[in-house]
């Protein structure tokens, strides 16, 4: 059974630090682009971040570009999201997602597979 489980969600305080983890279950992920998105209560999911299938592309949207890391553990079947600086507008259910791609994917539609969500809240 094919299945994305994303974990380290929690509440921090702007300025704060959290790392996201995606474990994937049930397929390899070295054949897979992996993307992180969001969805903020009233909006659209937003694409956050992705990374390819082969080493050293990545993508950030502009909102995160110098705070947020992504990363992979192929070894592990896992993706990262390190999130530096947190602001309260990061605040959102983050979910992986993994595309069979080559290389890179950054649109939503590509993405097959998708986990449950974790929520992210930055406060004070």
């Known amino acids: 059974q094919v299945q994305l489980v994303e974990s380290g969600g929690g509440l921090v305080q702007p300025g704060g630090s959290l790392r996201l983890s995606c474990a994937a279950s049930g397929f390899t992920l070295d054949d897979y682009a992996i993307g992180w998105f969001r969805q903020a209560p009233g909006k659209k999911r937003e694409g956050v971040s992705s990374i390819g299938s082969s080493v050293g592309s990545t993508y950030y949207a502009d909102s995160v570009k110098g705070r947020f890391t992504i990363s992979r553990d192929n070894a592990n079947n896992k993706v990262f999201l390190q999130m530096n600086s947190l602001k309260p507008e990061d605040t959102g259910v983050y979910y992986c997602?993994?595309?069979?791609?080559?290389?890179?994917?950054?649109?939503?539609?590509?993405?097959?597979?998708w986990g449950q969500g974790t929520q992210v809240t930055v406060s004070s």
């Open positions: 997602a993994a595309a069979a791609v080559l290389g890179l994917a950054i649109r939503e539609f590509e993405y097959e597979y």
